[in-house]
């Protein structure tokens, strides 16, 4: 090994060690108590290992519908946050003179605490003994009858959440989309014009593929971010979302260990397991695809 690759193993060594400790040690941490049966946080002991944990988890009703809330909201929030964000994107690029306006109220919400956008949400939707919430009001212009958005049927409780998922990530995603726009080479479009190309079709043929790395990075993250959704169910629903039907795994695990059925660290840790399983094999379904419709 040359002076230089020393060198640069030593500038790295801080992040490797970083992330070592707080990566690398905790992923095996869990892994291991994910395997440990009947464990006692108290005494710090175990009954014996094997994988009833993962068939505890699996057979709960509690984490079934946390996978369900979970999946649903991945499938929903995702792809219509993506598009939503790239169609107002094209707006605000085709908006010059106040194009620095709109981006920075579009980003106000991603500023924003997430809590507190969500109880001005919950104050939108709920419908108390006072008042039907101004969601309702406007929905009773049109004949139709009030809906309780927060305590209601699980349809509702679903839209919601979907609802302000979306809103809560949107301004994230028009912010790098619109950054993504500004970088494709004007000459392509020029050139495009001068064939007499319709717009649709510039836009299919050109902007996608120029901006198709930034495409697939926020449908990555947004998977990603998704899956790891907990504070935005909290903020609508409340601490006790078994009750309220509406908990997601990360919900599921955070009541393993510090809910009121929380002290079951192995439990939480195998769910924790399988949710990294879950990431990591759409991730790598992601990648796979990208290698043939992402352009770099």
Excluded at 89 to 106: A, C, N, V, W
Excluded at 170 to 182: D, E, G, M, V, Y
Aim: with cysteine; charged share 10%; net charge neutral.
């Amino acid at each position: 090994m040359d002076n230089n690759n020393k060198k640069a193993w030593l500038y790295l060594l801080p992040a490797v060690l970083f992330l070592a400790v707080f990566m690398v040690y905790p992923l095996i941490d869990v892994l291991v108590y994910s395997f440990e049966e009947g464990y006692n946080s108290a005494s710090q002991t175990y009954l014996g290992i094997g994988a009833y944990n993962y068939s505890y988890v699996l057979h709960d009703p509690y984490f079934l519908q946390a996978m369900k809330n979970t999946f649903i909201l991945v499938m929903i929030t995702v792809p219509v946050s993506t598009m939503l964000a790239l169609l107002i994107s094209l707006g605000l690029s085709s908006i010059k003179p106040l194009r620095d306006l709109y981006q920075t109220i579009y980003f106000l919400p991603y500023v924003t605490n997430t809590l507190a956008v969500g109880l001005v949400f919950m104050i939108l939707f709920k419908k108390t003994p006072y008042t039907d919430g101004l969601i309702n009001l406007m929905l009773a212009w049109f004949g139709s009858a009030p809906v309780d958005f927060i305590d209601g049927p699980y349809p509702a409780k679903l839209f919601v959440l979907c609802f302000y998922t979306v809103w809560v990530v949107l301004p994230f995603k028009i912010l790098i989309l619109t950054s993504a726009l500004a970088s494709v080479n004007r000459d392509y479009y020029n050139a495009a014009r001068v064939d007499g190309t319709s717009k649709f079709r510039i836009f299919c043929r050109i902007t996608v593929p120029m901006i198709s790395p930034m495409i697939f990075y926020l449908v990555i993250t947004g998977f990603i971010g998704a899956f790891k959704a907990y504070s935005d169910a909290v903020a609508l629903f409340g601490t006790d979302l078994n009750a309220a039907g509406m908990n997601t795994i990360v919900g599921y695990i955070y009541d393993m260990l510090y809910g009121d059925s929380g002290g079951y660290p192995s439990y939480a840790s195998a769910a924790a397991v399988i949710l990294f399983a879950i990431v990591l094999t759409i991730t790598c379904i992601n990648l796979l695809v990208s290698k043939k419709h992402v352009h770099y």
